[in-house]
């Protein structure tokens, strides 16, 4: 419900328009591209597309998927690790406190 409630409020921002993708995303759907072409390698380069089983074109999408979300997935964590960092450090260079509340 999350993910759908953050897709419906981007499409009220956007008014229904397709937006760019984000560095990011770009990123990952390049991250699809070698096993996408190990798996259509696996079942044979000559074939057209036209050509897969119903089976064979799940498949696909699946391994586009996975290897999309995989790269999003380590691209959040790395992000969010800086973040972590970042404010670690800030808080390291806090003055100590003398004491707590009375």
Do not use: N, W
């Not at 990011?24 to 897969?52: F, Q």
């Not at 064979?56 to 790395?78: F, G, I, K, T």
């Amino acid at each position: 419900m999350r993910c759908q409630d953050a897709f419906a409020r981007l499409l009220d921002k956007t008014e229904g328009q397709m937006i760019d993708p984000t560095e990011t995303e770009l990123a990952a759907m390049r991250a699809a591209l070698a096993p996408l072409g190990d798996y259509v390698a696996s079942i044979g380069m000559d074939r057209p597309l036209a050509g897969y089983g119903k089976a064979e074109v799940l498949r696909l999408v699946e391994v586009v998927v996975d290897a999309y979300q995989a790269h999003m997935l380590l691209e959040h964590e790395r992000a969010a690790a800086q973040e972590r960092a970042y404010f670690e450090g800030k808080l390291s260079s806090q003055p100590a406190s003398s004491g707590g509340l009375r």
